[in-house]
Nanobody, 121 residues
């Protein structure tokens, strides 16, 4: 079994910062891609930032220059440093991983449980 456990959400004032963490654990053979999505009320889930299979990074246009994704491969963990937060960043943030398990050796998408980020004065 595989689990993605997120932490670091909360309430912050506009202009503030938060750091999200997501640790993948369990029967993991290989992680191909890993990243962060978010879903605001009434909106579709969207990619915020992620590492592709080739190791490059992608960012949603509205967070470029404000958010930074990083990872610790030894810990199967990704981080999302969010600076200069805006009210429109308010959403539930989900960690996602495209990975292959050791047994039964299947490749699938896995999701964390989500962590709420609220930007408000």
């Amino acid at each position: 079994q595989v689990q993605l456990v997120e932490s670091g959400g909360g309430l912050v004032q506009p202009g503030g910062s938060l750091r999200l963490s997501c640790a993948a654990s369990g029967s993991i053979f290989r992680i191909y891609a890993m990243g962060w999505y978010r879903q605001a009320p009434g909106k579709q889930r969207e990619l915020v930032a992620g590492f592709t299979g080739g190791g490059s990074t992608n960012y949603e246009d509205s967070v470029k220059g404000r958010f930074t994704i990083s990872r610790d491969n030894a810990k199967n963990t990704v981080y999302l440093q969010m600076n200069s937060l805006k009210p429109e960043d308010t959403a539930v943030y989900y960690c996602n991983a495209d990975l292959r398990t050791i047994a039964p050796g299947t490749r699938s998408d896995y999701w964390g449980q989500g962590t709420q980020v609220t930007v408000s004065s």
